[in-house]
């Protein structure tokens, strides 16, 4: 297999552990060990203590499959796939449903493995762009005029990386009815599922929607546990699961036995974590949205509808007359150690950047930030 590098991975391998502040994370702020630890109830709280550090289940420990299944309304344990996180379940589900003589329509800006494992599997791809002046909505038009005789997979990101976009329930179901009719499974990317602003915004997910949908999630965003490495796919498509499950073999075989007994306290204490991610979320928002009403000078975005990452555009004005984002990125990082991702690294460059505001140092970063755009 050949695959082109992952631009976004590669940049934070060079640059995520060596700045002070990273305003451009998808991640939570990881929940620290013994709070998390806390959390856990008598059953958890054994299971960790008399862990065996043996292999596990292939498919995942079975307590922690009922958990994520009960974040679901159809999902049964047995419909759950456990991963090394969502980056290897994305990299065995595109391998196993696509193939030369295949054709993908695939959420673009986005993350780069949902389009680029799909073309190294030998499929064909067409990527639906989201544009700003649509407030980066869905547009199942397109979608429609796009489709082939030859289309099997429409992969959608939703919430969305990098522009927060949240389609609404109507746009959601026009999505759902056109691959019902078509006969086209849907491959939903929900990492940021639960990071709804608004609750009663939250779609139903892919594995309920639809018999064949299969739902991505992680512990690494709505649940603050990146460093576990756990994520999973939920579908009810049986067959489907069981050549995920074979090709797995061949990445990690099994998960991780801490991770998956760490992951299985942060889910049954779901609603402590999921509390205090979005109240990050709540008060970064409120500190981006004083500095975007204060200096549209130099940036300006449609304001994300959930998730903990927005993709504004700079304005580049004044003395960045001329700049693009690549130049704005490295000079910001040079003078004030603060890193935003530039859109060159998603495939996209000229004027934007996305900014995470998952993590606590935020209101640092845009001090960093304004002082770097007051420079003379
Ligand atoms: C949309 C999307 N899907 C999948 C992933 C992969 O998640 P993980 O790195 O936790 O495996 C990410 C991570 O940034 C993401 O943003």
């Not at 060596?18 to 806390?38: F, I, Q």
Request: hydrophobic share 45%.
């Amino acid at each position: 297999m050949r695959i082109a590098d992952f631009e976004l991975e590669r940049y934070f391998a060079r640059w995520e552990f060596a700045v002070r502040h990273l305003l451009c994370a998808s991640d939570l702020e990881g929940y620290p060990m013994t709070e998390l630890l806390a959390l856990a109830d008598a059953e958890t709280r054994g299971l960790w203590h008399d862990l065996r550090l043996g292999y596990t289940e292939s498919s995942g420990h079975p307590l922690l499959r009922a958990e994520i299944a009960a974040l679901y309304e159809t999902v049964a344990p047995d419909d759950v796939l456990v991963f090394s996180g969502a980056e290897e379940a994305i990299f065995c589900l595109l391998n196993v449903a696509l193939g030369p003589g295949d054709h993908a329509i695939v959420t673009w800006p986005g993350y780069q493995s949902l389009h680029e494992v799909a073309r190294a599997a030998g499929a064909e791809v067409s990527l639906h762009e989201l544009h700003q002046s649509d407030g980066w909505a869905l547009d199942v038009d397109r979608i429609r005029a796009a489709l082939r005789p030859s289309t099997r997979l429409i992969v959608v990101n939703a919430p969305h990386n990098p522009t927060g976009m949240l389609p609404t329930h109507a746009e959601w179901r026009e999505l759902l009815e056109l691959c019902a009719g078509a006969g086209i499974q849907l491959f939903a990317d929900e990492v940021y599922r639960f990071l709804e602003y608004d609750e009663a915004d939250r779609l139903r997910a892919g594995a309920d929607a639809l018999p064949t949908g299969i739902s991505l999630g992680v512990m690494s965003k709505s649940f603050a546990l990146a460093g576990l490495r756990i994520g999973w796919l939920a579908t009810r498509d049986r067959d489907l699961r069981e050549r995920c499950a074979a090709f797995k073999d061949y990445t990690t075989i099994c998960p991780s036995a801490p991770a998956e007994i760490l992951s299985l306290i942060g889910l049954r204490a779901r609603a402590a974590v999921l509390r205090r991610s979005h109240g990050i979320i709540a008060a970064n928002l409120a500190v981006l949205d004083r500095f975007f009403a204060e200096r549209p000078d130099v940036l300006t975005w449609v304001r994300p509808r959930a998730g903990s990452v927005g993709y504004p555009e700079l304005t580049l004005g004044g003395r960045f007359a001329g700049w693009d984002a690549d130049r704005f990125a490295a000079e910001l990082v040079a003078a004030e150690g603060v890193l935003l991702l530039p859109g060159s690294r998603l495939g996209q460059p000229g004027n934007h950047v996305r900014l995470g505001f998952g993590r606590v140092d935020l209101p640092e970063a845009i001090d960093g930030l304004r002082r770097f755009a007051d420079l003379r």
